[in-house]
């Protein structure tokens, strides 16, 4: 859900990128879904790791992503 809201948020800006930047959020998303899908499959510090991971690399694409929306607007 927060994947397609970021999406929403920033397709205006996204001009001829619109397709590859919603396949890149699908594999994103995919990743999280896969990450948060290992819980009580694997070692606890293994899922707690992965997932850490997986949350984190969001986090840092969604802040690049928005300081390069916000110079976009200015």
């Known amino acids: 859900?927060?994947?397609?809201?970021?999406?929403?948020?920033?397709r205006p800006y996204l001009?001829?990128?619109?397709?590859?930047?919603?396949a890149y959020m699908i594999v994103i998303s995919l990743m999280a879904i896969t990450a948060a899908y290992r819980f009580e499959r694997v070692?606890?510090?293994?899922?707690?790791?992965?997932?850490?991971?997986?949350?984190f690399f969001i986090y840092r694409k969604v802040k690049k992503s928005k300081?390069?929306?916000?110079m976009t607007v200015i």
């Not at 001009?15 to 919603?22: E, H, Q, R, S, T």
């Not at 300081?67 to 916000?70: D, G, I, R, T, Y």
């Open 43 to 55: 070692n606890l510090l293994s899922f707690q790791l992965v997932l850490a991971g997986a949350i």
């Open 1 to 10: 859900a927060f994947t397609i809201g970021f999406y929403v948020w920033i």
């Open 67 to 70: 300081l390069k929306v916000s």
């Open 15 to 22: 001009l001829d990128l619109k397709i590859p930047v919603m």
